[in-house]
């Protein structure tokens, strides 16, 4: 499985930078190949300053080696060897009508000795809008919905409320996003062998571009003014400090001295921090912050 999955999101990078390109009609990903000294290394793919984006990263990752301690306290595993590989997406577009976008798919391998002894899948999708088209977060909803339905009808639920607990930036005590799906340690059992657990992420895959790129092409043509870019930007904020707070993914890449800079790609450029500011009452910015005070039925 691990092969398989290896060249599948070799293959879905392929796709998602095609696609992007396709969308911005300006900005093309640059490549960055890097090694771990500690065994297996990545291919991080980034596109800066272009039509549509603003930064964009498409990465992959393949490592494997010695679990470091703070994994097997948290595994309650000793002396073991793990292989990990995953792709992630974080889009930050120009235009403040365009949502911001997070997305990825990943497999791991535990192992005792040379023996597989575990093995599972995880992942996720979700949006964050500057502004409330309400069409479009359904549209990315149902899309999540669907894409679940066709191998459980109880996952978009879980999932989805997996993803409002996870995305929640408790000390400002709203969410970060508008939400979608969140799943973690799909392990197989008796309804979903592990060839279905592989299909069910390939859906995934899939349902990353039909959720999000119609949603851009919809929006990135908008017009908007110096307002729209200083609320976008102010919002960005509370992107980073969910990403530097509560994060998992990151906090663990910082604290076990991972490759930084794509540990930190999915920051946007440019953020601001305004004392204290409160959007004007009735306005679309405050339409915003009501959405965000609890998680919403979207579909």
Known sequence: MKNVFSKYIDSLQASVISSLEQVDGLGKFKKDSWSRVEGGGGLTMVLENGNVFE?????????????????????????????????????HPKNPMVPTFHANLRYFELYNNGTLKDRWFGGGLDLTPYYIFENDVIHFHANCKSSCDKYDLSFYNNYKKKCDEYFWNSHRN??????????????????????????????MGQCILNSYIPIVEKRKNETFNELNVNWQQIRRGRYVEFNLLHDKGTLFGLKTKGRIESILISMPPKVKWAYDFNPAKGSNEEKLIKILESPKNWV
């Not at 994994?71 to 995953?86: E, H, I, R, V």
């Open 55 to 91: 930064k964009g990263g498409v990465n992959v990752s393949k490592v494997h080696g010695k679990l470091p301690e703070s994994m097997s306290t948290m595994l309650n595993t000793k002396d073991s060897d793990f292989y990990a590989c995953g792709i992630s997406i974080v889009l």
């Open 174 to 203: 709203e969410a970060r996003g508008v939400g979608g799906l969140f799943f973690d340690y799909c392990r197989e059992n008796n309804e979903m062998s592990v060839d279905k657990w592989f299909s069910f992420i390939k859906d």
